[in-house]
């Protein structure tokens, strides 16, 4: 017997695979808190470099760097998951998908902060040194 699907059933059986909207709102609670902890981690850094003798000017940047780079970048993963929320059909390469750009997403929240306020802060010192 041929089963009809509405736009709000699945071809899976519940539980199996997670519809495109469950991941969006997952990956919006992802990101929001991927982003505090990269705010956290990176304050916490540039309040050590800055005690440590780098320059004064690190905390403006690290700002700077969180309003420039770090939210437009969030802000479009979150954009990119609301539109496949809208058209995509659940399925094993979405949750696949899902779980590598989660991944991914606080692999950076955590290393990027170390890297770039380890790059500032050995910049300074040489920028001290030379002059």
């Known amino acids: 017997m ?4 509405t ?6 059986p519940p539980g199996d695979q997670p519809d495109a909207r469950a ?11 991927a982003l505090i902890v990269y705010a956290g981690l990176q304050l916490w850094l540039v309040i050590g470099a800055v005690s440590g003798g780098a320059t ?3 905390p403006y940047v690290a700002v700077g760097l969180i309003l420039v780079a770090v939210v437009p970048l969030a802000r479009k993963i979150e ?7 809208q058209t995509a059909l659940p399925s094993r390469q979405l ?15 955590i290393v990027l902060p170390f890297i770039w ?7 300074s010192a040489a920028a001290r040194v030379i002059s």
Do not use: D, I
Request: glycine share 4%.
């Open 23 to 33: 991941l969006s709102r997952r990956m919006t609670w992802h990101v929001a808190a």
């Open 79 to 85: 954009q990119r998951w609301a539109r496949l929320a």
């Open 117 to 123: 306020v380890g790059a500032f802060v050995g910049a």
């Open 2 to 5: 041929a089963t009809r699907f």
């Open 56 to 58: 004064r000017l690190l």
């Open 95 to 109: 949750s696949r998908n899902y779980r590598l750009e989660a991944l991914r997403l606080w692999v950076a929240a």
């Open 7 to 12: 736009s709000r059933q699945s071809a899976f």
